[in-house]
């Protein structure tokens, strides 16, 4: 087994009532550096939810309080910034884990040079509407492809992408996750564990009809555009795609460039 350690971010925005569940499935897992519980100014108990855990496990788990709601990306973002270990993982406050997770995180980041692994998902209560579909399988995929709740990065890579786009059109219409997964294509190996049945390695995806996910299904199965994306959203969607991978071409070449101390004179 690696000793390898990985950080979880779990932000929390109105996720009293599930958050117990996400903290407890990441408290099990074998290679758990901390948890880093971020309340995103919620109105609700998430708050007394996590500082009652943090109280019950003062050496695993930090919480942090945002008094106004800044959105999922810089939620995110902030706790991989207060990360200690070199690979963060993201979970979503109304999922889980299942029991070796973030061990084959581990496994994977100790033996291959990738930047991003990702878990299989589960789904659970989805609604035989979408289930049924006879595409669907190739809907969940592009999910797993495309979400955060499933990820782990090496954080340093992360960082050097630029993390989730906070820009507000993702505020008004999510897709950072799908934004950034984008662009770790273009500039990483990302390995997919989504094969390895019979292994509990993945997330659990508890479905519900608020689901973000809703959107993505209908646009893929059944050709809705629920949520009204025009044009220039797209552009201004796939130009922060871009961004990233511009961030890590330019680090790229700066890496390879001639080492050592170059003097230059102004004139």
């Given at each position: 087994m690696s000793n390898l350690k990985i950080d979880v971010i779990i932000p929390c925005h109105n996720t009293a009532h599930t958050l117990v569940r996400a903290v407890e499935s990441v408290l099990i897992q074998r290679n758990l550096g901390k948890i880093y519980l971020i309340d995103d100014g919620s109105c609700d108990d998430t708050w007394q939810v996590m500082t009652f855990l943090q109280n019950q496990y003062p050496q695993q788990i930090c919480t942090e309080k945002f008094t106004q709601n800044k959105g999922v990306a810089m939620t995110r973002n902030f706790g991989a910034m207060l990360a200690k270990s070199d690979y963060v993982a993201f979970l979503d406050a109304d999922d889980s884990y299942q029991p070796q997770a973030l061990e084959a995180c581990a496994m994977v980041f100790g033996h291959f040079d990738v930047g991003l692994v990702r878990l299989p998902m589960t789904p659970i209560d989805l609604s035989e509407h979408f289930a049924n579909h006879p595409n669907f399988a190739t809907a969940w995929r592009v999910f797993e492809m495309s979400g955060a709740g499933n990820t782990a990065f090496y954080r340093p890579y992360f960082l050097a992408l630029g993390g989730f786009d906070d820009d507000e059109l993702f505020k008004k219409f999510g897709g950072e996750d799908g934004a950034l997964g984008l662009a770790t294509i273009d500039t990483t190996s990302v390995a997919t564990l989504f094969e390895n049945y019979g292994f509990a390695i993945g997330?659990?995806?508890?479905?519900?009809?608020?689901?973000?996910?809703?959107?993505?299904?209908?646009?893929?199965?059944?050709?809705?555009?629920?949520?009204?994306?025009?044009?220039?959203?797209?552009?201004?969607?796939?130009?922060?795609?871009?961004?990233?991978?511009?961030?890590?071409?330019?680090?790229?070449?700066?890496?390879?460039?001639?080492?050592?101390?170059?003097?230059?004179?102004l004139s």
């Open positions: 997330v659990n995806y508890y479905c519900h009809d608020n689901m973000h996910t809703r959107h993505l299904f209908d646009a893929i199965l059944f050709g809705k555009n629920t949520r009204h994306v025009l044009p220039d959203d797209m552009a201004k969607a796939n130009q922060s795609t871009q961004n990233a991978i511009d961030r890590i071409q330019k680090l790229q070449q700066i890496l390879s460039a001639k080492k050592g101390k170059m003097p230059i004179v």
